[in-house]
């Protein structure tokens, strides 16, 4: 009888280990299909398009956008954002549309603001819903037909959009 024990015990132990071992090399497994498994944070089709769409053959410049977003969402149906842009807003230099992205919403296109010279100031403040982790687009389109852009990371830990 007590060699039946042992052998039970043995079993147990060598399950758990098996099990172990299979968690721990899943993630390996998962990418034995050649890599071919989408990242994470890659962005959806739809922002493809829609960031096509809206700047043309323009090449946007990483430079004078700042945006205040947190790092990390603790509810993605309530995310504050600030978006400034360094502009004269003059008649001759100004911005004309800030465009609000996400990479990864089931609707990329979040917001567009217009803006003009009687603005003052190109800056606008709202909320905004992200369903998962992913980056987060500002594209200022200004009067000479150029375009900046700032990409920011936010880290969602419970998704709104209703996903």
């Known amino acids: 009888m007590n060699d039946r024990a042992d052998i039970s015990i043995l079993s147990r132990r060598t399950f758990i280990v098996a099990g172990a071992a299979g968690a721990v090399l ?14 994470p944070f890659a962005p959806s ?4 398009d829609d960031f ?3 700047v043309g053959a323009a090449t946007p410049v990483a430079s004078k956008v700042s945006v205040d977003l947190p790092e990390t969402a603790d509810n993605g149906n309530f995310v504050p954002i600030t978006i ?5 807003m003059t008649e001759a230099d100004h911005v004309k549309a800030i465009y ?6 089931p609707h990329a296109h979040v917001a567009t603001f217009h803006l003009s ?4 100031i190109a ?3 709202s909320r905004m819903r992200l369903a998962k982790t992913q980056d987060v687009i500002v594209l200022a389109e200004l009067s000479t037909g150029a ?12 998704g709104g959009c209703g996903i």
């Open 147 to 158: 375009f900046l852009i700032s990409t920011t990371r936010v880290g969602v830990t419970i």
């Open 52 to 54: 096509a769409r809206i």
């Open 100 to 105: 609000l992205l996400s990479t990864a919403n």
């Open 123 to 125: 800056r606008v403040q």
């Open 26 to 39: 899943a993630p390996w497994a998962a990418r034995a299909d050649g890599g071919a498994a989408a990242e």
């Open 45 to 48: 089709q739809e922002f493809k």
């Open 117 to 120: 010279p009687v603005n003052a």
């Open 84 to 88: 400034s842009v360094d502009s004269p």
